[in-house]
């Protein structure tokens, strides 16, 4: 049998969890996959609550040869617990990345080594498995190459096809919106052919001066996107309008950003980095526009024509319908099912 532990400490989408909590909701019409909810985040004191409950679920649960699935950062100190019990019970451990700190310049904790005594880790893409193995994970590693995301209402985030206007279009970015984490908003100069719309949180005044600011949405429920432009979902990060810079852009080298997803799940053909690991899907699918600079996007944009917008957005319409449904999460649990 394969277990899923659901650490989450709420029933209602947390925005800041959306990813984990998409794919426990996924995977609860999986007849594969048996979901055990044990709420594992919070302070100390409630964490330590906890360990009875997850102590008598490994031990008296799961038998030999058995998967308990762990979705990874997995809250301290529980990971060890599971760990310590897996030796004595015999059963396997399956980790699905979210986020590897040790990707993100934090050297200093101990992701090598958790990934190293699990039996099978989902990663994101194979850019990750390789920078992983380069860093000593020895462990087997299989991609899940995007995440889904899971809409309230299936429907009415997609973007309706009206009669497109070739002169003109919208780019939006959603994201958390500080200085600190997307000054290439605040400082981009576009033309009066480019419309930039964008959501989230910490937006200052400045947002305004170059972009419409719509404020946040349910991270369940994005806003519908009903327009005549060529519309696109920006995934940059950093100050810079060269590159993704720093450690936010080292990062995009390795992930699969969620943001991503969202815009996919909007109906949004990508504008992405062409050293994002992103990338690869974006030209395999196409589903959007690779770019090596932000300064290249208003030409590139521009000389985009609306046959071959059409076909672009057609393609993300194909991409839409698996990433809203749960694809790409059971097809990674098919796969963990025949490598075990």
Known sequence: MIYLINELNFKENHAGYKARFDIVKFLEFNNDIIIKDIPLWGSAIERFSKIFKLVSFLFFSLKKNDCVILQYPFPKPFLSVVKIISSLRKFKICLIIHDVDILRGQHHNNDIENLNSVDLVITHNKFMIDKLLNLGVKTKQIPIFIFDYKLVDQQSSEKKLLKINPEMSSIFYCGN????????????????????????????????????????????????????????????????????????????????????????????????????????????????????????????????????????????????????????????????????
Not at 211 to 240: C, E, M, Q, R
């Open 177 to 340: 919106l500080s200085f600190e984490k997307s000054a290439f908003i605040y400082n981009w100069v576009t033309g009066d052919k480019i419309k930039r719309e964008t959501y989230g949180i910490n937006a200052t005044e400045e947002i305004e001066v170059n972009n419409k600011y719509n404020g946040a949405f349910d991270a369940d429920k994005p806003p519908g996107i009903n327009i005549s432009d060529k519309a696109f979902g920006l995934v940059w990060d950093g100050d810079s309008l060269n590159e993704c810079s720093g450690l936010y852009g080292e990062y995009l080298k390795f992930n699969n950003p969620h943001k991503a997803s969202l815009y996919l799940a909007m109906g949004l053909p990508l504008i992405v980095w062409s050293e994002s690991a992103i990338s690869e899907y974006v030209i395999k699918n196409n589903i959007g526009i690779v770019v090596n600079s932000l300064l290249e996007v208003e030409d590139v944009l521009n000389f985009l024509c609306n046959d071959d917008y059409i076909e672009i957005l057609n393609n993300v319409h194909l991409v839409r319908r698996k990433i809203i449904t749960g694809y790409y999460t059971n097809e990674s649990i098919k796969l963990l099912s025949t490598s075990l």
